[in-house]
């Protein structure tokens, strides 16, 4: 069996540090223990929806065991009462999960919240509608933290790039570069210097942060679907997911290559059944459970998905798998990078069916789960 090694981002061969669950018929060679994947951009839905239950399990099904919650739920995370209440419903899950807090809300320090501080990864303007005034005000009241934007300039209009034939295709390819140069030099200027970039979309996008980083410490994360998808393949509304799809996929993936994308996130997104019209349906895809697959299929390099699952995004964070109560290979997944499947999405543990990928074929799968020293998942089930 073959170890991927956090301390020097590469795959070793080794002895098997832990009995597995069964007598399995798959090669051994075709199968790999990693750390458990780390997701920077996930959502949770609550009130009926998906909940913290059902997104642990589809989390672990898909290797993740860290997931950083984005605020914009019903009522959004913007103050201390809500907190604690996603505090309270996410503790002792086999996930370990970290909250975001809305940049616009009534919290302004995050080194204020005492108990919960362990709990927070900064603050977020993900799923929120802004203009430049709420962020000059936001900025103006809050203490420097780590900011995960969503950069969009929200009064420009569309659902789709430009060019493609989709309907309302109009937003412009300018509108995420613009959002991302407004949010980190207007943040420098309140004395923010940290700036996480989410699910960049564009190439004029990746060449502004590169400019940007020679002013801050500036971040970025990329998607499953933008570096999978050109638009003239999105056919169906599970497809419809912000920012869309845009043509410069094989140049974010090409930044990857180059280390000038961070690291790889999911910006996981449950909906119930969505409208059969592109133009009614809600923005969003679920597909924690099979991103790293994707990311996999794309890249066909095992080291570069695991490095930016794992190393990656807990640079970001600025903590280590054992400061996020992690330990290998107590906690740790279970790899079959040669398993092929296809996607079906009416089977995930998520409550949200609408996944981007439903009916793909891909390749290399989760098999297992450890928690704390013991198999969680095996094969596509939990184990009691
Ligand atoms: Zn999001």
Redesign the pocket.
């Known amino acids: 069996m073959r170890i991927f090694d956090m301390s020097t981002g590469r795959i070793k061969r080794g002895q098997v540090p832990v009995d597995l669950p069964e007598k399995i018929d798959q090669d051994l060679d075709s199968l790999l223990l990693s750390p458990l994947f780390v997701d920077l951009?996930?959502?949770v839905r609550l009130n009926d929806q998906e909940d913290y239950d059902t997104l642990s399990h589809a989390a672990l099904a898909g290797g993740f065991g860290v997931c950083v919650i984005?605020p914009?739920t019903r009522p959004p995370i913007e103050n201390l009462d809500v907190l604690k209440n996603h505090v309270e419903l996410s503790k002792d899950k086999d996930v370990h999960f970290l909250h975001t807090i809305s940049l616009f809300g009534e919290i302004n320090d995050l080194n204020e919240l005492e108990d919960y501080t362990n709990n927070i990864a900064g603050f977020s303007t993900?799923?929120i509608r802004y203009t430049s005034p709420d962020l000059i005000k936001a900025f103006s009241e809050k203490k420097s933290a780590l900011v995960f934007d969503?950069s969009q300039l929200h009064e420009v209009p569309g659902d789709f790039y430009i060019d493609s034939k989709l309907p309302n295709a109009v937003r412009t390819y300018s509108n995420e570069a613009i959002a991302i140069f407004r949010t980190v030099l207007t943040g420098l200027e309140f004395g923010f210097n940290r700036f996480h970039i989410?699910?960049v979309s564009t190439s004029q996008s990746l060449e502004t942060i590169e400019y940007l980083r020679k002013k801050a410490k500036v971040t970025c994360e990329v998607t499953p679907h933008h570096v999978f998808f050109r638009p003239e393949e999105i056919n169906n509304p599970n497809q419809k997911i912000?920012p869309p799809i845009s043509k410069d996929r094989d140049i974010l993936v090409n930044a990857v290559r180059k280390g000038i994308i961070t690291c790889f996130a999911t910006?996981h997104?449950p909906h119930p059944e969505k409208p059969a019209d592109f133009e009614r349906a809600p923005y969003?895809s679920s597909h924690i459970e099979v991103a790293f697959s994707v990311y996999l299929k794309v890249f066909e390099d095992i080291e570069l998905v695991l490095k930016n699952l794992t190393i990656n995004p807990l640079s970001v964070l600025g903590k280590s798998y054992e400061e996020l109560g992690l330990k290998f290979p107590n906690d740790a997944v279970l790899i079959d990078e040669k398993a092929e499947y296809t996607v079906e999405s009416n089977k995930f543990f998520s409550k949200g069916k609408n996944c981007a990928f439903n009916g793909y074929r891909l390749k290399g799968k989760v098999l297992g789960i450890r928690r704390n020293g013991r198999w969680v998942f095996w094969n596509g089930e939990f184990l009691r």
Do not use: K, L, Y
């Open positions: 951009h996930t959502h984005q914009n993900d799923g969503h989410q699910h912000n910006d997104a969003g």
